[in-house]
Structures are given as structure tokens and as C-alpha cells.
């Protein structure tokens, strides 16, 4: 295989991994120095949603961390970071309606939530897996075991693209929301679909960057069984 290609395909998506990191990192950082106008709260955003769609069963709590939000669906419970939880910026609102989004689909039995969760330990054994056998199959030339590996790798990219449209209609729940809310201005809502559209171009970066992982496997492993 030309080795220009490999490496080709390496920093792109090296680049296409950077411009969504740097998307998100700079948008965040905007919006979470801008105080919504009313002064509500990340957490009291998220309680305002849930209530208005009757979760009140699900909690609203407080982690560690930034950027760490989550909606756990076993627990019933959106986990908001400290910033989010106690800020009362376009960030935190922005954030907290998104991960709110995630318990409405929950709610509503969500097909590709559902689809997603089912294939959370699938991913998770072939993360490992994929690795493992595509470091061992190159260390000793065991084409057999590389490809093994890339099938491993195409799981990875199918959860991936499970993820994406969860993530997408997370965050039109989660700006509808927003839209509806008569305390949230227009300024404000436009910060928030900014800040949404960043943190959906991680998912994008994710579904391009492993499928160019996986064409590069192929075209070295392909290569070198027709030398």
C-alpha cells in the first residue's frame, strides 16, 4: 500500500478529530461566560423539562467533572456537571435541555435509543477486541486475525451511527423545549442551537474518523495479501 495514502488518511482524520474538538471547545467556552437574561439555573432547566413531560420519577443530580453530562436510563436520572448543574449561562440551559431530551426518549421508547443500548456491550467487548486482534495479526502477519480485527472495528462504527441520530434528536427535543420556554429569548435560543449543532459535530468527527481507521486497515491488510 502507498504509505502516503496511509498516512493521508491518518491526518485527515487527525484534522476532521481537531476542528470538532475545537468546535465544541471554543463554543462552549463562549456560551458558558453568557448569563441567560432570567437567571435560570442548568438544573432548574432540566426540572422545568421533566416535569412538563410527568418524569418527575427521574432525578436531577449533581457530578464531577466537565462536560460530563448524562442521562442514565437504568437509573432514571439526568447527571448534570457542576458548571451545568449551578450555572445559570446559555451553557448550562443549552446542555441540560439536550441531556433532558435524552430521558423524553426514554419516555417514549426511542427505536434507536433502544437500539443503542442493546448494542452498548457488544461495543464495549469489541473496543477491546478489535484492538487486541489487529495489534497480534500485524505483530505476527496474521491477516486472518486483522480482518477478524476490522470486523470488531465495523461494530464500533455501527454504534456510532446508531449514536448519531440519538444525539440529533436529543438536542431538537432539547431546543424545542427551549423555544417553548417564554423565559429563554431569541439571542439565547440561537446560542443554544450553536452550541448543540458544536457538541452533534463530535458524533459526525467520531462516524468519519473510524470509518477512515477502518478503509486504511483494509487497504494495508489488502496490500499486503497480493504481495
Known amino acids: ?42 438544573s432548574e432547566m432540566a426540572r422545568y423539562i421533566l416535569d412538563k413531560h410527568g418524569l418527575k420519577n427521574v432525578k436531577v443530580l449533581e457530578v464531577s467533572g466537565e462536560l460530563t453530562d448524562h442521562y442514565d436510563p437504568s437509573a432514571k436520572v439526568v447527571r448534570l456537571s457542576s458548571d451545568i448543574y ?13 441531556e433532558c431530551g435524552h430521558a423524553i426518549q426514554d419516555q417514549e421508547g426511542y427505536l434507536m ?18 484492538y487486541f486482534a489487529i495489534m ?3 505483530l505476527f502477519g496474521l491477516t486472518k486475525i486483522v480482518w477478524l480485527g476490522i470486523y470488531f472495528e465495523l461494530a464500533i462504527l455501527l454504534f456510532q ?21 417564554k423565559k429563554v429569548d431569541e439571542s439565547e435560543y440561537r446560542g443554544s442551537k450553536i452550541m448543540l449543532v458544536a457538541a452533534a459535530s463530535t458524533y459526525v468527527a467520531s462516524v468519519a474518523t473510524t470509518l ?5 486497515l483494509v487497504l494495508i491488510i489488502s496490500g499486503r495479501e497480493r504481495d
Do not use: W
Open 136 to 138: 497480534v495479526g500485524f
Open 86 to 98: 449551578s450555572g445559570d449561562t446559555v451553557a448550562s440551559i443549552s446542555v441540560a435541555a439536550h
Open 113 to 130: 435509543m433502544r437500539i443503542r443500548s442493546r448494542l452498548v456491550p457488544i461495543v464495549n467487548f469489541s473496543s477491546y477486541a478489535g
Open 1 to 42: 500500500m502507498n504509505y502516503l495514502v496511509s498516512y493521508g488518511l491518518i491526518i485527515i482524520g487527525s484534522i476532521i478529530t481537531l476542528a470538532a474538538q475545537g468546535f465544541i471547545s471554543t463554543c462552549y467556552s463562549k456560551y458558558k461566560k453568557v448569563k441567560n437574561e432570567s437567571g435560570i439555573k442548568g
Open 161 to 181: 451511527l446508531v449514536t448519531l441520530p440519538v444525539e440529533i434528536d436529543a438536542s431538537k427535543r432539547g431546543l424545542k423545549e427551549l423555544k417553548n420556554h
Open 212 to 216: 477512515l481507521q477502518i478503509l486504511r
